[in-house]
């Protein structure tokens, strides 16, 4: 993959990873096999964004709504998930990445979530990129999550509900911290967002690609990075 021709390198990409199951349906696979191959996937633009001088990547791996899928599918995820957190923490702190998972936390297996907080804990005072995982997430949840907590503090006199901004809101979301993303992708050519980054996606530039997931290559990430920086972003600006 070349990075020559790239001369605007967006600073957050988020991508929703769709298509597993139907690339493993066109296969012959199980859905499981879909998915093993989109963790792969998913290492090697991880890889690519890093490379490329990205510095947030955040990846949609599992949605709230994903919890209400076959329990034998729910149980292969969170397999896949605990394997790659297990096999891919040293290599992602030594190449400089830090992990932050976003989602509804209080949803995960006990296991999942002791991994998921070691490598947050390891990997909080990397620099080269910040990985992002969205797992048991869901952008409305999320913002009813903030709303409480502002509505809470306000209740009990910590916070004046006449100095409530959209700062105060962002900094009560789980991506707290972080900038909006400059691109979003999707693969599978579906062209909607589900319930993915409301909030922080309302000026953000979206590309839609229609390869399945397992497919998406980082010569193709490197081709919606071309088209991005063809964009001119006015931020709701007159033309």
């Given at each position: ?153 306000a209740r ?74 063809n964009r ?8």
């Amino acid at each position: 993959m070349t990075e020559r021709r790239l001369l605007k390198v967006p600073q957050h990409v988020a991508i929703i990873m769709d298509g597993n199951g139907r690339w493993a349906r066109q296969q012959n696979l199980s859905r499981l096999e879909g998915h093993k191959r989109g963790s792969e996937v998913a290492r090697e633009i991880v890889t690519a964004a890093s490379r490329i001088g990205i510095s947030y990547l955040t990846l949609y791996a599992f949605s709230s709504e994903n919890w209400r899928r076959d329990p034998n599918e729910v149980s292969g995820l969170m397999g896949l998930l605990k394997l790659y957190l297990e096999s891919e923490t040293e290599e992602l702190h030594k190449e400089g990445v830090r992990l932050k998972v976003i989602g509804e936390r209080n949803q995960l297996p006990n296991t999942i979530l002791s991994l998921v907080e070691h490598v947050e804990e390891l990997t909080k005072t990397n620099k080269k990129i910040t990985l992002q995982m969205a797992i048991s997430y869901g952008s409305r949840a999320e913002i009813v999550h903030a709303v409480t907590e502002i509505a809470q503090k306000a209740r009990d006199h910590r916070l004046d509900p006449e100095k409530i901004t959209e700062q105060v809101l962002e900094q009560h979301l789980y991506t707290a911290g972080v900038p909006d993303p400059d691109l979003l992708i999707r693969t599978s050519g579906e062209k909607r967002i589900s319930n993915y980054l409301l909030w922080q996606l309302a000026y953000t530039e979206l590309i839609f690609v229609d390869k399945f997931w397992p497919d998406f290559t980082p010569e193709d990430f490197m081709e919606t990075l071309l088209t991005f920086q063809n964009r001119e972003r006015r931020f709701g600006t007159a033309a």
